[in-house]
Nanobody
Framework: QVQLVELGGGLVQAGGSLRLSCAAS????????MGWFRQAPGKEREFVAA????????YYADSVKGRFTISRDNAKNTVYLQMNSLKPEDTAVYYC????????????????WGQGTQVTVSS
């Protein structure tokens, strides 16, 4: 069992930056692939970024590539999402997710989810 808690959401102007963090507790954090997803009102939850267990490989949705960076600190049981050059269309609830696998996927087939944190980007 893994518990995930996201922090760092808020309101920011277009062009600004935010850093989300997700603290994990429970089983060994380094054994989990970690992902960030988001869900805007009236839309389905979508993939944002993912990182493999060691942190050596990262994956991004085309819509955020070059603007967002996912990273992890296995010593601190935490995964981060640095979001730069934010756009109004980035407005959504952002979710951290974990899966006990060596395979990184961009679908929502993650077993553990946080409660989400709201990110609002004003124009």
């Amino acid at each position: 069992q893994v518990q995930l808690v996201e922090l760092g959401g808020g309101l920011v102007q277009a062009g600004g930056s935010l850093r989300l963090s997700c603290a994990a507790s429970g089983r060994t954090f380094s054994g989990y692939v970690m992902g960030w997803f988001r869900q805007a009102p009236g839309k389905e939850r979508e993939f944002v970024a993912a990182i493999n267990r060691s942190g050596g490989r990262t994956y991004y949705a085309d819509s955020v590539k070059g603007r967002f960076t996912i990273s992890r600190d296995n010593a601190k049981n935490t995964v981060y999402l640095q979001m730069n050059s934010l756009k109004p269309e980035d407005t959504a609830v952002y979710y951290c997710a974990a899966k006990d696998s060596i395979l990184v996927t961009t679908t929502t087939d993650y077993k553990y989810w946080g409660q989400g944190t709201q990110v609002t980007v004003s124009s």
